[in-house]
């Protein structure tokens, strides 16, 4: 975000106005919008409000800008003359369209952390720098001469990776298949996307679970599709509920994350796996399993995912390299029947032509390269290790006003607070001391839940971010 030059012989009233002049004449503020207030304009640039009122009286001489009590300061409708200018009302735009905008508090979460990098990141979903394989990357790309065709690729895939996804799969997650039956995504987010704009229509039913991040994805209302609950505790869900759902409301779908989900880190049990394929069986309901976090397991290896046990066709198995490798390399995989397949490789093919081809040819060379697993290896020791210092300072810090179950792979740790305090005024509180974390109603829970993710935050940063976290909860209990 743009800064004044303190070192600059101009005055910072001066660089502000100019700033604020360009980006008006450069349209980022239409004619008739409104700017921000004086406030947190000041704070957004780190100088004095004084500053900011100065500037905006700059840029009122020149009639750039007018300001009217109780209405704020709005960009000038007549700014270059006496003669209007019939401009598109960008505002009304930006509010409309079917797809919907994230939510409330994850953009305030995003906000934050775009304008306070100094923020301690317990909110995001993804590794951090020192947990990806960096270096092995760079090795790679060192040894290996990569296309020197730059077109647009298979709109399916990249086909040695797929072929590469082919033995990853067989070995790592015991899921027999094909390269036909693979199709390469940007991710699970853009797996889940095309599912739900291709395969379902607006009205239909769907079943998520209960919390769910994909409670936290505003395409499945965009989609206008109906969202069902499925509670979930420790083993996951109860089959019969989806039973219930489906006798009820004729739902169309159930999307499941099973191993280490996303909140709560519940690993469904085998006893409900076997169930749930003989309720999807019975039903003809196709299951879409959403398989990012397996290759965690802190302890042994995860459950099987549901996939490797299905004979009968009736599970949409997603995966990606985000949770495991880098988020950067934008590498996920949809495993479906052919038909499916080839139906969403043409939606895809609308939208972008397929991915870049040089990230998919890393990715087919990193999965069968000799520095995977010691990759996998060392990620779950890292991973294990900000686990248990993440929860050795929340005992610290909370005692008996927190509580979770330890989740046995993953990233991310679910919390129950005693103090009931809103989250809207804990996350605010939160922020203002210097850490992030999203609150339990994101994912669909009751005020009182959070979700901290420790792989993103450094560890040396950890046992400072509880303890802010704390100093918020307790400024707003004592």
């Excluded at 239909?204 to 505790?233: H, N």
């Amino acid at each position: 975000m743009w800064k004044p030059d303190r070192q600059s012989k101009k005055p910072l009233y001066e660089q502000i106005a100019d700033h604020l002049e360009k980006r008006i004449a450069y349209s980022e503020f239409p004619p008739g919008s409104l700017l921000p207030s004086e406030r947190k304009l000041a704070e957004q640039l780190g100088v004095n409000r004084s500053t900011v009122i100065l500037a905006f009286a700059e840029l009122r001489s020149m009639g750039i800008i007018e300001s009217r009590t109780g209405s704020g300061t709005r960009v000038s409708r007549t700014k270059w003359g006496a003669t209007p200018k019939h401009t598109p009302n960008w505002n009304r735009y930006a509010e409309g369209g079917s797809f919907l905008p994230n939510l409330p508090f994850l953009r305030k979460i995003r906000d934050a952390l775009s304008q306070d990098p100094s923020l301690i990141d317990f909110a995001s979903g993804e590794l951090a720098a020192d947990l990806a394989p960096l270096d092995e990357i760079a090795a790679l790309m060192r040894e290996h001469h990569y296309t020197s065709y730059l077109g647009y690729d298979n709109p399916q895939g990249y086909i040695p990776l797929r072929q590469s996804l082919v033995d990853y799969l067989q070995k790592y997650r015991g899921i027999q298949t094909t390269e036909s039956s693979i199709m390469i995504t940007s991710g699970s987010q853009q797996s889940l996307y095309l599912i739900t704009q291709c395969l379902l229509s607006p009205g239909d039913a769907v079943a998520i679970e209960d919390p769910s991040y994909c409670y936290s994805l505003p395409m499945f209302q965009s989609a206008g599709l109906r969202l069902f609950r499925l509670p979930i505790d420790q083993y996951g869900v109860h089959p019969e509920d989806i039973r219930e759902l489906y006798k009820k409301h004729r739902i169309k779908m159930v999307f499941l994350n099973p191993n280490f989900q996303n909140p709560t880190g519940a690993v469904i049990s085998s006893e409900r796996r076997e169930q749930l394929f003989s309720v999807a069986s019975e039903l003809g309901l196709p299951i879409v399993e959403d398989d990012p976090f397996s290759l965690t397991a802190f302890e042994g290896t995860a459950p099987a995912p549901l996939k490797s046990m299905d004979s009968n066709g009736n599970i949409l198995y997603i995966g990606s390299f985000s949770k495991i490798a880098a988020s950067g390399l934008r590498i996920g995989w949809m495993v479906a029947p052919n038909s499916i397949v080839q139906r969403l490789a043409d939606a895809r093919q609308q939208m972008d032509f397929g991915l870049s081809v040089i990230p998919q040819q890393v990715a087919a060379q990193f999965i069968k390269s000799d520095y995977f697993q010691p990759h996998l290896d060392r990620l779950q020791i890292q991973l294990q290790f900000k686990r248990d210092l993440l929860i050795e300072s929340l005992r610290r810090e909370l005692g008996d006003q927190i509580s979770f179950v330890t989740p046995q792979g993953g990233l991310h740790l679910w919390c129950m607070l005693t103090p009931k305090v809103p989250d809207g005024k804990l996350l605010d509180e939160a922020i203002r001391r210097g850490v992030a974390f999203v609150p339990g109603s994101v994912y669909g829970s009751d005020s009182g839940f959070v979700r901290f993710t420790y792989a993103r935050a450094k560890t040396e940063e950890i046992e400072s971010g509880i303890a802010k976290f704390a100093e918020a909860l307790h400024s707003l209990t004592d």
